[in-house]
DNA sequence: CACAAATGTAAATGTTTGTTTACTTAGGCC
DNA sequence: GGCCTAAGTAAACAAACATTTACATTTGTG
């Protein structure tokens, strides 16, 4: 049996940096921004706790650069994204293990909040420019009423994310993507008619 | 102008429960769990902090309370409920505003966690018997799929109440009953057909 | 009225928190 | 190859935290 030794990183701001992200942004996901200790993620890294403040100012400055991760993640789920498209990624994306960066991730870390004013100002920037394309791509006028339409369809998104991952709640906790495709097919085609 | 002295309440070991609980739900809906302090609690109460520990021996006990009454409020609102409901109780529910015991307290009170995983399984439960309750309001056998398809109702509610109250999300946060009663009616008909 | 139990408070306790400081170690460049 | 800067660490810091203890006040009752 291998020493579990995790192979002796070099010393390199970048990936240091890189991988305080990756990992402060599964706390934050996880347990949310109070529960999470500086010292948790640190230590999931495995360097010192002291390196946060060095490349992130705060904790919050460590919050803020992971959300603003999340924000290019989901952007680039949604750009120019298409009536038909919704659906399938939407299913594909839910359904898909919490690997770096999924949708389910994104969408979690987008709920999460510190407190600051400021970060709430970017969540809800980053989900009225994603509601905003998801009613796009219904190809109708952006009037207002399509727009709460697209909201809705987030919401339901968002709602299935968090039976899904926080919750856990059976069955909809261990649907895969053909399970899921059937019923939100059912509510977009609703909500969003070509 | 008076001196905004509040009507000096007689010691009521029972009013004092009612009034700590009342409090602490606000601040766990609004803050979390992590984010709330035993003393911001007292405070909103004007008790003293130990008074917590009295009545619910810690601040997990606390919010064990809450929790069960979030599942009195809910299990309420869903219980015996038609088909023909649960669209225009949604609306309602969801658009009137955040008084004591409303669905979108109860709903937001649910997705808050303390870590405990007795919590955990608490919040599991009461949701599982919501989303079985709704799919029994459809009238169908109660397989996997109408099941699944409940759930996706359940998250559709969440997720609205979420991008409300959490998010503040234009415009679906200014929506009113009547403008949700629509794209609610749209969802659950699609997810839920008689 | 007195007194005992119930209700409430003030203050102290020991952790845990985010952050800072002073120090050590590694790596690239002339 | 020595050296200077960048990268990382250990320890200390004060503030905030939940909880406990010891004490005060109110209230119902005989």
């Known amino acids: 049996m291998s020493t579990e030794q995790v192979p002796r990183r070099r010393r390199n701001a970048a990936d240091t940096r890189q991988l305080l992200l990756h990992v402060a942004r599964l706390r934050f996901i996880r347990d949310g921004y109070a529960a999470t200790t500086?010292?948790?993620?640190a230590d999931d890294a495995g360097v010192?706790?002291?390196l946060i403040n060095r490349y992130f100012t705060s904790k919050e400055g460590l919050f803020e650069a992971c959300l603003g991760m999340a924000a290019s993640d989901i952007n680039r789920d949604v750009d120019n994204i298409t009536l038909d498209q919704i659906t399938a990624r939407m299913a594909n994306k839910i359904a898909t293990g919490t690997d770096e960066g999924s949708l389910q991730d994104s969408l979690m870390m987008l709920l999460r909040t510190s407190g600051e004013e400021r970060v709430n100002l970017m969540r809800r920037?980053?989900?009225h420019a994603?509601?905003?394309k998801l009613a796009a791509a219904a190809g109708r006028p952006a009037d207002e009423e399509t727009l709460l339409r697209a909201q809705v369809v987030l919401a339901t998104a968002i709602g299935i994310t968090l039976l899904r991952t926080s919750l856990r709640l059976a069955p909809i906790a261990n649907a895969d993507e053909q399970d899921l495709i059937g019923p939100l097919t059912d509510v977009v085609n609703a909500l969003l008619p070509r």
Do not use: K, P
């Open 38 to 41: 500086v010292r948790d993620i």
């Open 48 to 50: 010192n706790v002291a």
């Open 125 to 127: 920037e980053i989900l």
């Open 130 to 132: 994603v509601s905003e």
